[in-house]
Nanobody, 124 residues
Framework: VQLQASGGGLVQAGGSLRLSCTAS????????IAWFRQVPGKEREGVSC????????SYTDSVKDRVTISRDDAKNTVYLQMSSLKAEDTAIYYC??????????????????WGQGTQVTVSS
């Protein structure tokens, strides 16, 4: 099983990015998917998640109203659309998959599979 996060880059404050999480070895629509981010020296922080049954979503307060998580099952991809980016959004972003049914969580220890990160840098 491999997850891969992509789409990061350098963007000015106020700009937008769309991150993608793709997978090989698993079908993402059967998994709850979460996005996390981490700044060097700090703990990994949950950003958003989407469940596998009803596509219910959850967002951390610091990104609410600026971030949207969504699925494209045909492409076996989960997206994290980020807008109105701020300097404090700068981090390495990771996606993760969790086998739980009809729920999602942004707890690090709950995740079953992780992708490598993609760097998001927001210049102020």
């Amino acid at each position: 099983v491999q997850l891969q996060a992509s789409g990061g880059g350098l963007v000015q404050a106020g700009g937008s990015l769309r991150l993608s999480c793709t997978a090989s070895g698993i079908v993402l629509k059967f998994y709850a998917i979460a996005w996390f981010r981490q700044v060097p020296g700090k703990e990994r922080e949950g950003v958003s998640c989407i469940d596998s049954v009803r596509d219910r979503t959850s967002y951390t307060d610091s990104v609410k109203d600026r971030v949207t998580i969504s699925r494209d099952d045909a492409k076996n991809t989960v997206y994290l659309q980020m807008s109105s980016l701020k300097a404090e959004d700068t981090a390495i972003y990771y996606c993760a998959a969790d086998r739980r049914f009809d729920d999602c969580t942004v707890v690090v220890s709950d995740q079953d599979y992780w992708g490598q990160g993609t760097q998001v840098t927001v210049s102020s």
